[in-house]
């Protein structure tokens, strides 16, 4: 089935496309289709400088979004566009928390199916070939959709791709019938609220400083917090801590969570259970930091170090303060 | 309030996982539990009915050879029934046949709350929730940090990229639940005793007015039709830490002009 036209999903952060909405321009581009992408939100006009330079060439807006859950306004008006044959023949979503809302709903309203997971999209023969990292990242399990259904649907994860603009033109700006919205609709945001994290994202951050069960003490949590502020890095966490509950899920680096891949991890106390892995192997560097020398992590790690958190970061906290 | 968590059996994630060299399918015919993501749902559903002053949790769950070991593990923290789909035509459904099981299945309840958890610690698709609500035509609150009940509707903390956002929704809704967001509760002696004798009602995809084209392998319009192994990463150096290890830290990130 030949693709003639790609949709993009545009998230936004701060007036400006965020870095997935980038790489799946990127990615769009390489197939030498007609790139459009669709977002919403106050002010998402101000966002065609950018995705045209990245290749889009029409940023369909769905309107009146307001205080509602993108989820089913978004999936509604791509909905329409399709059953009014305006649709694309292939949609690019990124793995985060309103792109997988938008792709399940849509996948339900038109009845066709969804590839999630994808860490790497490639044409094969007229068809697209999704990549799915599986058991730790060991194997990689290689999928595509068998019928005919449109338009086909991928959730991909950061980082499967790098963005590179192409310093093409600002997009022309389109708004999108949003359709008739029914109760599905009814989940209404009352405030936003930002918790303050000082230094880059996680998934931006040129070093990642993670901590594990292996800290023994959410308190002890705070040298991971301060080492990654020593070295202008994100902190970041196992699973194993986030759902002990001492720190929130926005740091969980993992399947379930952030793929980072930043220039060193550093993992303090993880033992590296196969769904960490994933999250974090492709890192220019690993350096691990476990008691256990059988641990899984020093499978991956380029500096193993087998010995106590509690005696090694204090130690390091202290010799990179001497050093500013 | 009633409430449905949906509870997902899988192969205990602490044992390698396997796949079928004819199907590329997960290979699920061994012992099954209880997704620990799960037992957040369970536990919020229980929180949840309790604080409502009544209502009953019950469970829904699609897994095959009629599993139930990890829904009585649901059953015996407290759940007060479950239905269990389990079909040989359902072998090889993809994320969206699943959902149009569970929601057939969901809607004989009625119930005032779905739960489920983000996604599956097997299959990661995390798409089946959301597509559960639109077949049901509900709301749906995903990535719940904090769920309370205010009468006819729910208010709710989603996870976001910066923090979170406060949502209301009224109810009948479906939510999903992040880990960590409560702490479930151990199965107590008489719980498990209880749970021996808790209702399991055992659907067929006929029960639901499905036909069997329409799910499992036939119904999935998705094939993965190859596994290779990934590229290998190299372990490099590893050493004992004897006072001085720190220092190696240093030096190779000094060796990265990072420091």
């Known amino acids: 089935m030949s693709i003639s036209k790609v949709w993009v999903l545009a998230e936004s952060a701060d007036s400006k496309p965020t870095s997935i909405t980038l790489e799946l321009l990127t990615f769009a581009r390489s197939l030498n289709t007609e790139i459009h992408a669709i977002g919403w939100g106050e002010n998402v006009e101000s966002l065609s400088t950018e995705l045209g330079n990245y290749g889009a060439t029409t940023l369909n807006v769905v309107p009146n979004v307001g205080d509602s859950l993108p989820g089913v306004p978004v999936a509604s008006a791509i909905a329409q566009a ?117 230094g880059p994202k996680l998934d931006e951050a040129d070093i990642v400083v993670s901590g594990g069960r292996g800290l023994s003490d959410k308190s002890n949590y705070s040298m991971i917090e301060e080492l990654a502020k020593l070295l202008k890095g994100a902190p970041g966490a196992s699973r194993a801590i986030v759902d002990a509950g001492w720190v929130p899920y926005a740091y969980q680096v993992g399947q379930t969570g952030k793929t980072v891949k930043p220039t060193v991890y550093i993992a303090c106390g993880i033992s590296g259970a196969t769904q960490h892995l994933v999250g974090m192997k492709n890192a220019k560097n690993i350096i691990a930091i476990n008691k256990d020398p059988e641990a899984p992590i020093f499978s991956v790690a380029d500096l193993g170090i087998v010995g106590d958190t509690q005696k090694i970061l204090p130690k390091l906290i202290e010799e990179l303060k001497s050093r500013l | 309030m009633n409430v449905v968590v949906c509870v997902k059996q899988i192969p205990d994630p602490a044992a390698p996982g396997e796949l079928d060299p004819n199907t590329n399918n997960l ?7 209880m997704d620990d993501s799960d037992s957040y749902g369970v536990e919020m559903g229980l929180q949840l009915a309790e604080s409502a002053g009544g209502g009953e949790v019950t469970l829904v769950s699609m897994a095959p050879n009629n599993e139930t070991s990890g829904l009585r593990t649901a059953l015996a923290m407290g759940a007060a029934k479950a239905t269990l789909i389990s079909d040989d035509a359902l072998s090889g459904s993809d994320a969206l046949s699943t959902a149009k099981v569970l929601a057939a299945a969901i809607k004989r309840s009625q119930p005032d709350l779905i739960i489920a958890a983000t996604e599956s610690s097997d299959g990661y698709t995390g798409t089946t929730p959301v597509q559960v609500a639109e077949l049901l035509n509900l709301p749906a609150v995903t990535f719940a940090k904090k769920i309370t009940v205010e009468g006819s509707s729910i208010k709710v903390e989603r996870q976001t990229e910066a923090g979170y956002d406060e949502v209301t929704c009224p109810l009948p809704a479906l939510v999903t639940v992040t880990a960590g967001v409560v702490e479930p ?49 190299q372990a490099g150096e590893k050493i004992v830490d004897e006072g001085e290890a720190h220092k190696e830290v240093v030096s190779f990130l000094e060796k990265l002009k990072l420091i």
């Open chain 1, 82 to 198: 399709v059953n009014s044959g305006n649709g694309p023949d292939l949609l690019l979503i990124g793995a985060t928390y309103d792109g997988r809302d938008i792709a399940g709903r849509l996948s339900a309203k038109l009845n066709v199916p969804v590839l999630t997971n994808v860490t790497g999209l490639e044409l094969q023969d007229e068809s697209l070939v999704a990549s799915h990292s599986i058991f730790g990242g060991t194997q990689v399990a290689k999928s595509k959709f068998t019928g005919n259904s449109q338009p086909q649907i991928f959730v991909i994860r950061a980082k499967t791709f790098s963005a590179e603009p192409s310093s093409g033109s600002p997009t022309n700006v389109n708004s999108l019938d949003p359709g008739a919205m029914d109760s599905t609709n009814a989940a209404k945001i009352v405030s936003r609220h930002v918790e303050e994290r000082s």
């Open chain 2, 27 to 33: 290979r699920r015919d061994g012992k099954l539990i």
């Open chain 2, 185 to 233: 509760r151990y199965p107590n002696f008489k719980g498990i005793m209880a749970a021996k004798s808790k209702p399991v009602d055992d659907l067929k995809v006929s029960d639901l007015g499905l036909t069997a084209e329409e799910v499992g392998s036939t119904g999935a319009r998705q094939v993965v039709f190859e596994v290779v192994a990934a590229e290998a990463r």
